[in-house]
């Protein structure tokens, strides 16, 4: 496993796409591989030491169609020395009972099968009522959260300093 970051990716309309050029761009200083998973499936998972994870959050906190094709295969992934980061994608405004609850389903899979996990993030300034996705204090999200959809303006800057943190917990830099 070399130090190349393993990213992945699901995306439907082109919004979770997008979050990982922006961060592919601020990682640029770094070697990156991206990797849609409608694609490319999770093969290549096992090259990588660092991975960062995008998922998005359907309709009442469902998986996203890629990664609900390819989720029973997680379970034969040994994630065991290996540290992962994730960004969700949701919608706090029309979503707000589920915002960002497949993050949270990718979570706790990741650290069940042995993930180190890192980039975790405050949930100050989003308005949601409920989400899978929060750590056990309720102070953080499990990994960067974006709402595409109605802070769309906050999205580069929080992707900045998100990817600042990940890096510095990758020990990379």
């Known amino acids: 496993m070399s130090n190349t970051i393993g990213l992945f990716f699901g995306t439907t309309t082109g919004n979770t796409e997008d979050v990982a050029a922006l961060i592919a761009e601020q990682l640029s200083e770094l070697s990156v591989d991206q990797h849609d998973i409608a694609e490319e499936g999770l093969a290549a998972v096992g090259n990588y030491q660092h991975m960062i994870l995008g998922i998005p959050t359907w309709d009442f906190g469902e998986l996203q169609e890629d990664w609900d094709d390819l989720w029973s295969e997680l379970d034969e992934i040994d994630f065991n020395g290996r540290t992962c980061a994730l960004f969700g994608l949701g919608d706090q405004i029309g979503y707000a009972e589920w915002f960002l609850d497949a993050m949270g389903l990718l979570h706790d ?33 499990v990994g960067l959260a974006v709402d595409q959809d109605s802070q769309s303006d906050e999205t580069d800057e929080r992707v900045e300093a998100w990817v600042k943190q990940v890096v510095n917990e990758f020990e990379l830099d």
Do not use: C, I
């Open 109 to 141: 899979k990741l650290q069940e099968r042995g993930a180190r996990m890192v980039g975790y993030w405050p949930n100050q300034g989003y308005k949601f009522t409920g989400s899978k996705a929060l750590t056990q204090d309720e102070t953080h999200f």
